[in-house]
């Protein structure tokens, strides 16, 4: 009996070794590639200084075409937003894209009333895109702040990569295997960070106008500013098109609002809160136009 649980012991630590060398190498892999967008951030981009960068979740990644504001304005711009995501992720994702080396001029943060009115953070659907750096400090700390439900599977990747790895196997595996073959690929977004939902004929509920009122007391929010602040970035909250909703904000001194809550058509709209491509164009060269004010 001895010996056979010396075996067992044996074999489930052959394979809880070889399960996370397994696991520790697909992150390897996925973490030199630019398939997610704060992979693409670290390995894509080859320049350091940007006039602005926009960010925000999948609001910011398909409302304004960076290269299109490039076009009209002359500018450097970069967006690193990721769908599916808060304002914590956002801070985080600001915070990566400074502990690189990169600066900007302009933070262009696209929010959503509903997120940034809500004075409680939490871990969202994509945040394990930064697995592949959880061994740095700034990521690290994120998920073991973050997790509080539950086995942290993120937070303790760190040490047993084979727990993210396997809980997240569909976006972390499969993936690494793709980008093995295809390390340039890129997850739905192009060369500067932007992505487009396509030209569709819309079937939107015909709803009652409403008023959304914004207050600013997330947590995330406020960190973003400090760090916008400590670091001579100016703050440009940006909101995107609602349908038939109208998103009031507080005024205030601190940072300039470009508010396109009710300006776009509605058969340029993708949903609810997304624009089609023809919407993009729409509200990119309106922002173009509001951005020349602010200079």
């Given amino acids: 009996m001895r010996k056979f649980l010396t075996k067992i012991a044996f074999y489930s630590f052959l394979i809880l070794l070889l399960g996370n060398g397994v696991a520790f190498l697909s992150l390897y892999v996925l973490g030199k590639s630019q398939l997610y967008k704060n992979q693409f951030v670290k390995n894509g981009v080859a320049e350091t200084h940007f006039n602005y960068v926009v960010l925000g979740s999948s609001t910011g990644l398909t409302t304004l075409d960076t290269k299109l504001i490039d076009e009209k304005l002359h500018t450097s711009g970069l967006n690193i937003s990721m769908d599916d995501t808060s304002l914590s992720s956002h801070q985080l994702m600001l915070q990566y894209f400074l502990s690189l080396g990169k600066k900007t001029d302009k933070l262009i943060l696209c929010v959503i009333p509903g997120d940034i009115s809500n004075n ?55 993936p690494s295997i793709y980008a093995f073959l295809k390390p340039n690929k890129r997850n739905r977004f192009d060369e500067k960070g932007n992505y487009t939902y396509p030209q569709i004929e819309n079937n939107l509920s015909q709803v009652k106008f409403s008023t959304a009122k914004v207050r600013f007391v997330n947590p995330a929010f406020i960190k973003i500013k400090e760090l916008c602040k400590a670091n001579n970035i100016e703050l440009i909250l940006y909101q995107s098109p609602v349908y038939r909703t109208e998103v009031a904000f507080p005024e205030t001194n601190e940072f300039n609002i470009i508010n396109h809550s009710t300006i776009l058509p509605e058969d340029l709209f993708y949903d609810n809160i997304h624009v089609n491509s023809k919407g993009r164009t729409f509200c990119t060269l309106a922002f173009c136009e509001e951005l020349k004010l602010i200079k």
């Fill in 120 to 174: 409680e953070i939490e871990l969202n659907n994509n945040d394990y895109r930064f697995l592949t750096e959880v061994q740095e400090t700034l990521i690290y700390n994120f998920y073991n702040r973050l997790e509080t439900k539950g086995l942290k599977v993120l937070t303790y990747s760190k040490y047993f990569p084979i727990l993210g790895v396997s809980y997240y196997n569909n976006e972390l595996f499969y």
